[in-house]
């Protein structure tokens, strides 16, 4: 069967490649021809613009002067593209024809047996994609297959008067399925009551393939700090561990100063080298934790600012470890050390029985 997949495309995010890659893998596992879509609306258009300038700088002669001083450093981040580029090269397929918007997909149809909408946070209305009627296959006729694959709310609901344009967009969707238990309650709540709850495609793929096709040795002792909010919680708890425990701390984050290594340029195969060797992970990633629990590490979770949590929380609620997202509050009197899980047997038994839920899922709904 011919497949089409679309998600958020080319965002430059590791979790967002390793989720599309991994889904595009496991359907070709199943025998099918998969493909992502080429889309790219213009609010997922604007990375790594050399001439992109805020609206309070947009002035003769401030705007010259802001993208001089911006320059330099938008240079060297050119090396984290070229990474990301290359890997999507190497390992997403993709259809060559760019689609902008909901409406070119629908004037020039990408062919394919069925479709698939997923997995990230494609229905996430606090930004502009969960308002998107592309990533609700708004543009596949009613007598083509149309599935969602581990759709992301990522909010524990959304506003009233975006709950018609979801209900009338899902509802046109024949196998329905979530990533998180809320997104489950927010559908039931417009009337959808046949939805499935099913894990991230990263777990469709086993910890030997990903190991085995991307991970690198790594030699040193660290925690591994993936942190989008600079947050002084996981600051403070990281340097409290690292202490406690001799270890050097490493990170992803181009604003995190206070890590001795840190690897921001790199591409996602060299993510999931640092999960894999880590002693310890701290994190306010989705896919940090999903890659923690693929590798049986030892990790902790800190809440995001923004109000996303739903992703880490309902996952880390299904194999018993919600004791792993602490605060600040919780750092005092309690040194963690770095065996927050005494033992993966029963953690890996639950995984397991879940992802064997969620390819059924797929494979039902394929045939």
Known sequence: MKIKTITCHEVYNYGASLQEYALLKYLEELGHKAQAIHYKPFYLSNHFNLLSVSPKYNS??????????????RLKALKRKKAFDKFSKKYIKTGEHLYKNNQELKNNLPIADAYICGSDQIWNSFFQNGKDSAFYLDFVPDDKLKISYAASFAIDSIADKLKPFVKEKVKRINHISV???SGITILNELGIENVAQVLDPVFLLSATYWKSTFVKPIKDNYIFVYDFDSNHSIKKI?????????????????????????????????FLSLIANAQFVISNSFHAVA????????????????????????LLALVNLSHLIVDETELNGNSYGINTIKSYKEISSKLENLVSKSKLFLEKALN
């Open 60 to 73: 003769f002669p401030v705007k010259y002067i802001y993208l001089l001083v911006k320059l330099p450093g």
């Open 179 to 181: 990533r998180e238990t």
């Open 238 to 270: 990281a340097k409290k561990i690292a202490a406690e425990n001799n270890l050097r701390i490493v990170t992803v984050n181009k604003n995190i100063k206070y890590a001795q290594d840190n690897y921001w340029l790199k591409g996602p195969e060299f």
């Open 291 to 314: 890659f923690s629990l693929i590798f049986e590490k030892q990790f902790l979770v800190v809440n995001r600012k923004e109000k996303i949590n739903t992703r880490m929380r309902d």
